[in-house]
Every structure is written in C-alpha cells, then in structure tokens.
C-alpha cells in the first residue's frame, strides 16, 4: 500500500477507536464506511484482501445504518458493498445486494445514488447473462440521469446499455441501443 493510502487507511482506523459505536453509533458507522471506500478503492497491496476488509467495514456500518432513519446512507453502502463482492466474483449476490440498493434508494429519492445502484444492477445482471434484465436497470439509470447535471453518469449508462443489447444478439436490438 502506498504511503498516502496506508495513513488514511490508518487515519480511519483510528477514528473508530475515537468514535466507538456503543456511544457514537453514526460517527462510527460513516468512519466504517469510508474505510471500506479506501480500501476497496487501495491500489497497492493484496486486492482480495483490502476487498475483503472492505466488505467487513461496509457490513459494519450496516449495522447501523437500518433503511427507515437512514435510507440513502444505507443505500450507498449497500452499493458499495456490492461493488466489492461484484470485484470479488460474488455476482449472484451483488446483484441482489443493487437489487435492496435501488429498493431503498427509491424511497430515499436520491437521483444520483440510485441511478448508480440501477447501472450498478445492469452491470450485475450482464454479468450474469441476463441481457434483458440489465437493459432494463439501464434504462432506469438513463432515466434517472435524464437531467444535465448527470451526463457523464448517462453517458456511461447508455454505453452499457448499448453493450448489453449488443450481447442480447440480434442488429435490430443492437440498432435500438
């Protein structure tokens, strides 16, 4: 791990110890959860093992960050967790943590946030091979990302949207995309 890296890995580390969650429960929780944005996200070390340390943070802030007081925080962190486990090659269960994302998401009304779980899940869904399920969480993110403020985040899915109509097969589908 770089030197930057490994002091703010260790900066937030020690955070926690300032901010325990038996008397700083959301302090905690968010320190938690950029944790797992800085390891996940590390470029030196073992991946596997800065993922896995990931996913351990996000879950930790889980536990705090239940869907009726905090309904967009829970969601990030839920995308973000399974942005790890999708690194991880744990698709079948990313795919249904986007799936809870954009379902608490929605009722957080947070455009951004949930467009990125909807490309999140498209993404997912291709992984798995179902094309028709990934267009259609495509299309929702462009939906989301109709606005002028989100056009690099609908540009990007409207590639993919176009790569999963792509591998659907048929050139009418790919003309469409």
Not at 77 to 106: H, I, M, P, S
Not at 114 to 133: C, I, K, Q, Y
Not at 157 to 176: H, P
Request: glycine content about 8%.
């Amino acid at each position: 791990m770089s030197g930057d890296e490994a002091h703010v890995i260790g900066d937030l580390r020690a955070k926690l110890a300032e901010f325990p969650e038996t008397t700083h429960p959301e302090e905690h929780a968010t320190i938690q959860f950029n944790l797992g944005l800085a390891l996940a996200e590390a470029l030196a070390g073992d991946r596997e093992a800065n993922l896995r340390q990931a996913v351990e943070a996000y879950a930790a802030a889980l536990s705090v960050f239940d869907e009726h007081r905090y309904p967009l925080f829970r969601g990030r962190v839920l995308t973000a967790l399974g942005a790890c486990e999708r690194d991880l090659g744990l698709k079948q269960v990313a795919r249904d943590r986007f799936l809870e994302a954009t379902r608490v998401l929605e009722a957080a009304e947070s455009v951004a946030e949930n467009g990125a779980a909807f490309n999140n899940l498209g993404l997912s869904e291709t992984d798995l091979g179902d094309f028709s399920a990934a267009v259609k969480a495509f299309d929702r993110a462009v939906e989301l990302f109709s606005g002028e403020t989100y056009a690099r985040q609908r540009s990007a899915a409207l590639v993919n949207r176009g790569l999963a109509k792509s591998s659907q097969g048929s050139a009418d589908m790919i003309q469409g995309a």
